[in-house]
């Protein structure tokens, strides 16, 4: 069987998610570049595996995909090794429920409203937009309040005692995040999620796929 091929950047937050689950299932994989922002957007070609040109896209043989959340959940369940999804109903509904709050809250406000911001547009000498700023400033302590009441006293890792797809997805938006100034007095208000981070930071697939360019 061929290597799977996943299309995208590093610096990708979702082609890191993707990056992440075919690593903790020990699959090796190649990585094909395409970057959405670059001059003119990716190549034309990209848009035949993703119409929208966003990325990933993802490619086993004669099997293609595109949308993370589809993708993840192919390669968990289709590849050998360590399970990445809860084996009960209600463990799974949780683990979705983690997926959609990263999707809908954390990553337009995490990563886009406050590491873009006060990270990324600063040190590539853009321009700073003050009213998103503060805008964005407001909403992390939700956001990070709304993963911390999930996490279960007794749990290492957000859906239970494993690692799950929920954890995968979580990981690079608090990535980013944790880079900016604000982070830090914000991290504190949430002692679990704090804790869960120090373990996720320290997975050897975390700094496998550390991004070199970033957002």
């Known amino acids: 069987m061929s290597k799977?091929?996943?299309?995208?950047?590093?610096?990708?937050?979702?082609?890191?998610?993707?990056?992440?689950?075919?690593?903790e299932k020990g699959i090796d994989y190649d990585l094909?570049?395409?970057?959405?922002?670059?001059?003119?957007?990716?190549?034309?070609?990209?848009?035949?595996?993703q119409p929208?040109?966003?990325?990933?896209?993802?490619?086993?043989?004669d099997f293609s995909?595109?949308?993370?959340?589809?993708?993840?959940?192919?390669?968990?369940?289709?590849?050998?090794?360590?399970?990445?999804q809860p084996s009960e109903v209600k463990g799974r509904?949780?683990?979705?429920?983690?997926m959609s709050i990263a999707d809908s809250y954390l990553y337009p406000v995490l990563v886009w409203g406050v590491y873009v911001e006060q990270v990324s547009k600063p040190?590539?000498?853009?321009e700073v937009d003050p009213s998103k700023l503060v805008a964005s400033l407001k909403q992390p302590a939700v956001c990070l309040t709304a993963v911390e009441t999930l996490?279960?006293?007794?749990?290492?890792?957000?859906?239970?005692?494993?690692?799950s797809?929920?954890?995968?997805?979580?990981?690079?938006?608090?990535?980013?995040?944790?880079?900016?100034?604000?982070?830090?007095?914000?991290?504190?208000?949430v002692p679990k999620l704090a804790e869960w981070w120090t373990r996720m930071a320290a997975r050897p697939s975390m700094e496998a796929t550390a991004p070199v360019a970033e957002v």
């Open 65 to 84: 995909l595109y949308e993370t959340s589809a993708i993840v959940r192919y390669v968990d369940e289709s590849f050998a090794g360590p399970p990445l």
């Open 151 to 163: 996490i279960a006293a007794e749990d290492r890792w957000l859906c239970g005692g494993s690692l």
């Open 4 to 23: 799977p091929l996943l299309f995208g950047a590093d610096y990708s937050v979702y082609v890191r998610i993707v990056r992440l689950t075919l690593i």
């Open 52 to 61: 929208f040109g966003r990325i990933p896209a993802f490619e086993q043989e």
């Open 32 to 49: 094909v570049p395409v970057d959405v922002f670059a001059a003119g957007g990716p190549p034309a070609s990209h848009f035949a595996r």
């Open 165 to 189: 797809l929920a954890d995968i997805y979580v990981a690079p938006m608090l990535d980013y995040f944790v880079r900016a100034p604000a982070a830090a007095e914000l991290m504190a208000t």
């Open 123 to 126: 040190e590539d000498g853009r």
């Open 93 to 98: 509904a949780r683990m979705s429920q983690l």
